[in-house]
């Protein structure tokens, strides 16, 4: 077994200003810093991949080589395609065939980041990794615990719920004691490091101009089948083009005329068929939860009354939490929430502490 060092840490570096921030906070409070790129993007053309964003293009490659030689660590590249492929891109495309709207960022913090990195780090014989999240860990009596991060507008431990307590024995994450995301980016110009003006990503990774649509129909064309758009009491409305074009809420991009504003209120997979309704429709207070994770299970009694968030951009709101079987929890909010979307994650508080989370099978009522 390879003996882990305290001091020694793998970042993983993404080519962004926050990964490279993380990189120097730790280097300056002592520890010794390994740079790791994850190299996930799928089969293309050398010139797509070029033209591809965020972690998952050949330029954040270079980006992060560039940041890890001004700060003078050791840096690598490492191949995680094999894994990336069957954890984050096969979920996504197998999800919304489902008739569900996946989230790939947790899959891939789950799976990649503090699952397969952490294992890499270990052999490394880095004791921790560390990413570049706007999040707290702390270690109260004797359990590991998630908090928000002190920028609150840039938080990001709703993506962040899968953490068990042996990963977050082995994880850092410096950015979230900062308040800003603009103290980040002010350090990094301060070190000259080119990442520091570099945009924020704000599209998924591996897909294309963002267009999931063609993305999904390349890899599964035969599972694209038209079908009817219908009411509530199941009247057809029309004709929609497949189910994975749509998700719970919308109402852009319907492609049918009803004389007033309609939205998607539910799909239905077994039909083949996307249910339009009235604004008032897309509401709802109570929801089931599966596949729930709780990152201190002690904490967590039969029926709580805790803060829950339904998707990344949304606000905590008031609900009661009420553990099921088969690892599923109920959820009852206080107040009518928007656009329950099966396939998403809902994240469970405590005031600033993240409880855990899981993710949604279906609006109860």
Known sequence: MTLLDKKKVVVGMSGGVDSSVAAYVLQKQGYEVIGVTMQVWPDMEEEEVERVGGCCGLSAVDDARRVADKLGIPFYVMNFKEIFE????????????????????????????????????????????ATGHYAKISYENNEYKIKRSNAVA???????????????????????????????RKIAAELGLETAAKPDSQEICFVKDNDYGNFISKRKPNKIVPGNFVDKDGNILGKHHGIIYYTIGQRKGLGIALGKPMYVVDIIPKK????????????????????????VPSQISPKMNIKAQIRYNAKPSEATLYVEENNQVRIIFEKPQRAITPGQAAVFYNGDELLGGGTIVRKVI
């Open 272 to 295: 083949n068929q996307v249910v339009l309704g009235e604004n008032e429709e897309v509401f709802g207070k109570e929801l089931l939860v599966e596949d729930v994770n709780f990152i």
């Open 86 to 129: 069957k954890k984050v891109i096969d979920y996504f495309v197998d999800e919304y065939v489902k008739g569900r709207t996946p989230n790939p960022c947790i899959a891939c913090n789950k799976f990649m980041k503090f699952e397969e990195l952490l294992r890499r780090a270990h052999n490394l014989g880095a004791y921790y990794v």
């Open 154 to 184: 840039k938080d990001q431990t709703y993506a962040l719920y899968n953490f068990t307590q042996e990963q977050l024995k082995h994880t850092l994450m410096p950015l979230g004691e900062f308040s800003s995301k603009d103290e980040v």
